[in-house]
């Protein structure tokens, strides 16, 4: 019960705070996250874009938990379709994108040694 009134209290602290919320979601997580799993493990690297897309729609259920609940209720606005078809796609492909850069940085450096 008490972690339900922390989520109702960060949802009223982030609601209308989407510089934040993008600056998070395209820009951190999908970068940020690849980048750990190269310092901390190198075996583990492929795992980033997916583990990358669950923080993401944690923090997304955190800051904006309506566009899950329009996606339930069947009444999507125009927000929740451009958060559906291009928010999340476009953190999905950035996370691809920095962890192939990441295994070929890692290959690179074990062919020199």
């Known amino acids: 019960m008490f972690i339900i009134y922390i989520l109702g209290a960060l949802m009223f602290f982030f609601e209308g705070k989407i510089e934040l919320f993008n600056i998070l979601?395209?820009?951190i997580f999908p970068v940020g996250i690849?980048?750990?799993l190269y310092i901390t493990g190198r075996?583990?690297?492929?795992l980033s874009p997916f583990v990358a897309l669950v923080i993401g729609l944690l923090v997304t259920a955190i800051?904006?938990?309506?566009?899950f609940t329009d996606i339930f209720t069947d009444s999507n606005d125009t927000t929740t379709?451009?958060?559906l078809f291009v928010v999340i796609p476009v953190?999905?492909?950035i996370s691809v994108?920095?962890?192939?850069?990441?295994?070929?940085v890692s290959k690179a450096r074990k062919s020199r040694n």
């Open 34 to 36: 690849p980048v750990l």
């Open 63 to 67: 800051f904006y938990p309506y566009f």
């Open 43 to 46: 075996k583990r690297i492929w």
């Open 81 to 83: 379709v451009y958060w």
């Open 25 to 27: 979601i395209l820009g």
């Open 97 to 104: 994108i920095t962890t192939a850069i990441c295994y070929v």
């Open 91 to 93: 953190h999905f492909i």
